[in-house]
């Protein structure tokens, strides 16, 4: 794993991507689950909720530092997590706003009735997408999460609605218009927009209405 984290330094400082050793923007962390509680032998969701400030974004999970981990323990297994689909960010997948990650989770039947707690492992690494774009090194935290569990037949009821429906309706790719693409880039510091803006502004000078000043101009520069 470290030799991954010094390869992948290695080529962001390469690629033009400074590399801070400052510390990072602060990523609120929360744990939630779809239910009040989870019934003796029952199953429900886990959501690991990061919220990245404006401006910034979390770098694709493919690289390996973006990642939830919850070992099984007694009574408890954890399915896959699932991630967002994310945005698309120079030619690579990335996180902004609200980015939450589910995690399926199952009690065992042999499970006895009780209020459990057990430690998350989730790691990130933040850039900056404003100034000179930054990319701090990558950190690794440790939340709690706490669950009830109660008797097989009790029912549950859901919980957190508002972080599973509003991150989910967040995570739809919105489609963005030619002027929200151009701001963008823009934004971003993208070259070829600053170019594309200059060319636009030469092909406007040539559109009909300004024929009749060209003379104008002329003389007035002769």
């Known amino acids: 794993m470290k030799r991954i984290v010094l390869f992948l330094c290695l080529g962001l400082v390469f690629s033009g991507t400074v590399l801070a050793q400052a510390d990072s923007p602060n990523v609120p962390i929360q744990a939630y689950l779809k239910t009040d509680a989870i019934e003796v032998g029952g199953q429900s969701e886990l959501g690991i909720l990061f919220t990245i400030p404006p401006k910034h974004h979390i770098t694709d999970v493919e690289y390996g530092l973006f990642y939830v981990d919850i070992p099984d323990t007694l009574g408890f297994s954890f399915g896959e997590p699932q991630f967002p689909p994310g945005v698309s960010y120079h030619d690579e997948r990335a996180y902004r706003g609200k980015a939450l990650v589910r995690v399926p989770v199952n009690s065992s039947p ?89 060319v636009g502004g030469i092909l406007t000078s040539f559109t009909p209405c300004v024929y009749p000043v060209i003379p104008l101009t002329i003389g007035y520069i002769g």
């Open 110 to 198: 042999e499970l006895t009735p009780g209020t459990y707690q057990w430690p998350i492992m989730v790691g990130y690494q933040i850039c900056q997408e404003f100034g000179q774009e930054v990319c701090f090194l990558p950190e690794d935290k440790e939340i709690t999460v706490s669950i009830n569990v109660v008797p097989p037949g009790t029912g549950v009821k859901p919980a957190h609605q508002e972080v599973f429906t509003e991150t989910a309706a967040a995570e739809i790719p919105k489609e963005m218009t030619l002027e929200e693409r151009l701001i963008d880039a823009l934004e971003r510091g993208s070259w070829l927009a600053f170019l594309l803006v200059f």
